[in-house]
């Protein structure tokens, strides 16, 4: 009988672990190919125009980062450069991206197991974003198409971040 406890249990804390990542869908709606990255989830990738890149992430990740990178060339082992936002070199990013790039931020479940999030342009800004929650009931749409985006971060007092409940999926969209 033991053994059955224990297997719903661990079904059970699976369950509530599972409830919390994340989804981030990122879309490139731009003309041109960008290439997203993510510290420290996510890596990097290539998305042409149209393209979603589903990538999932798991609760308690903090002080985290999704910027696209443009005008890159990569080799078959994934070394190159990009005009902006590059990453050392790399086409799966585990260092942040050389400025200008415009970055969504964000920690999951952090305290009051909120989401916080935000973009940000201190670094520069390199490609429109929209940076939105898609569910838990939760509706925070942020928004970056220039330089002067009202809705960004430009220094680090600004008061921008935005919450939503532990458990939210999310979407960046490139060029909304």
């Known amino acids: 009988m033991s053994l059955i406890k224990i297997l719903l249990f661990s079904i059970f804390a699976l369950c509530l672990i599972s409830t919390q990542a994340a989804r981030f869908d990122i879309v490139n709606r731009c003309s041109y190919t960008v290439w997203p990255a993510g510290i420290p989830r996510g890596g990097g990738r290539q998305l042409t ?81 929209e940076f939105s929650s898609t569910s838990n009931g939760c509706n925070k749409v942020l928004t970056c198409r220039d330089s002067n985006c009202p809705d960004a971060y430009h220094q680090p007092n600004d008061v921008k971040t935005v919450t939503c409940p532990g458990g939210t999926n999310y979407r960046i969209v490139f060029c909304p």
Do not use: H, K
Not at 50 to 64: E, I, K, N, R, Y
Not at 73 to 83: A, E, I, L, M, Y
Not at 103 to 116: K, Q, R, V
């Open 49 to 129: 125009s149209g393209q979603t890149w589903a990538l999932d992430v798991p609760a308690g990740t903090s002080a985290a980062r999704i910027w696209g990178r443009t005008g890159c060339r990569f080799d078959g082992s994934g070394r190159g450069s990009c005009q902006t936002g590059d990453c050392g070199g790399a086409l799966s990013c585990s260092v942040s991206g050389r400025p200008p790039t415009t970055l969504a931020e964000y920690t999951l479940n952090g305290g009051n197991n909120l989401d916080y999030f935000d973009i940000s342009v201190i670094d520069g800004f390199n490609i429109p974003m």
